[in-house]
Nanobody, 124 residues
Framework: QVQLVESGGGLVQAGGSLRLSCAASGRTSSRYAMGWFRQAPGKERDFVAAISWSGGSTIYADSVKGRFTISKGNAKNTAYLQMNSLKPEDTAVYYC?????????????????WGQGTQVTVSS
């Protein structure tokens, strides 16, 4: 089992930045792809970004490309989401997800483990 804990959410003005962290604990000896998803009130959970186990490959949703950056820590069991030029439409609960794989995935159904989420609110 793997436990994921997100942190770093909060309230920020439009144009500001936030950095989300996702720390994995438990059975972290396997190689995990990690991803970030978000869910706004009344909407479905959407893909934001994903990173391979090694950190060498990343993919992004078109809506965040060029503004958000996903990365991994040196120990490979922590993922970060640096969010710049935030917009009110980025307001959502952000979730971290992980799957034991050397590949990376956009589809939320591919992920085995999920964090509890962290709220990001961007004011206009």
């Amino acid at each position: 089992q793997v436990q994921l804990v997100e942190s770093g959410g909060g309230l920020v003005q439009a144009g500001g930045s936030l950095r989300l962290s996702c720390a994995a604990s438990g059975r972290t000896s396997s190689r995990y792809a990690m991803g970030w998803f978000r869910q706004a009130p009344g909407k479905e959970r959407d893909f934001v970004a994903a990173i391979s186990w090694s950190g060498g490959s990343t993919i992004y949703a078109d809506s965040v490309k060029g503004r958000f950056t996903i990365s991994k820590g040196n120990a490979k069991n922590t993922a970060y989401l640096q969010m710049n030029s935030l917009k009110p439409e980025d307001t959502a609960v952000y979730y971290c997800a992980a799957r034991p794989s050397t590949l990376l995935y956009r589809d939320m159904n591919e992920y085995n483990y999920w964090g509890q989420g962290t709220q990001v609110t961007v004011s206009s």
